[in-house]
T-cell receptor, first 113, second 111 residues
């Protein structure tokens, strides 16, 4: 069945360092890949997404890359700040099948000041 | 002016009871979803409605019944609640199955 694997499960970095979270998906028909940030007790918030016809997308300190051949996509956060601390989820979706998001297991990012 | 809202925010109830969670979105989106987040924070799709039509119905016990009275509302009714139903339930909405925006969640505790 459809599956998304996410690594690492926890990540601790010093303020100002970069953080990278990686995901692998199983369904080759997936064509939409969003990333969500969830702070403790809050809702998942969409922070960036990428569609299957694009290899890379950047928004200020956040970038996402997609390798369709390897069925692999990654989130890169540069110049991390303490407020980046949260759980990050990757997801994959086949928009032609109702758009259901298959989520990864989450990565708890801790940015130490 | 909250985009996706849910009520109630917290729900504590006993096993065997029936409860409902309501969701409303004012974004003009055509698709709404229910997700369940378990104690390990894993998020899993339950249902999706597009223009009031059920389009996704994952492997969910039939004690869970969604209803969409119109495009802006999606409710979730749960019969005969069990301990394992304790979780946070999130409603989400999107336009044409792209960016999904989540509601604040309903924390359900079954005792």
């Amino acid at each position: 069945g459809e599956n998304v694997e996410q690594h690492p499960s926890t990540l601790s970095v010093q303020e100002g360092d970069s953080a990278v979270i990686k995901c692998t998906y199983s369904d080759s028909a997936s064509n939409y890949f969003p990333w969500y940030k969830q702070e403790l007790g809050k809702r998942p918030q969409l922070i960036i997404d990428i569609r299957s016809n694009v290899g890379e997308k950047k928004d200020q300190r956040i970038a996402v890359t997609l390798n369709k051949t390897a069925k692999h996509f990654s989130l890169h956060i540069t110049e991390t700040q303490p407020e980046d601390s949260a759980v990050y989820f990757c997801a994959a979706s086949n928009r032609n099948q109702g758009g259901k998001l298959i989520f990864g297991q989450g990565t708890e990012l801790s940015v130490k000041p | 002016d909250t985009a996706v809202s849910q009520t109630p925010k917290y729900l504590v109830t006993q096993m065997g009871n029936d409860k409902s969670i309501k969701c409303e979105q004012n974004l003009g989106h055509d698709t709404m979803y229910w997700y369940k987040q378990d104690s390990k924070k894993f998020l899993k799709i339950m249902f999706s409605y597009n223009n009031k039509e059920l389009i996704i119905n994952e492997t969910v016990p039939n004690r869970f019944s969604p209803k969409s009275p119109d495009k802006a509302h999606l409710n979730l009714h749960i019969n005969s609640l069990e301990l394992g139903d304790s979780a946070v339930y999130f409603c989400a909405s999107s336009q044409s199955t792209y960016e999904q925006y989540f509601g604040p969640g309903t924390r359900l505790t079954v005792t």
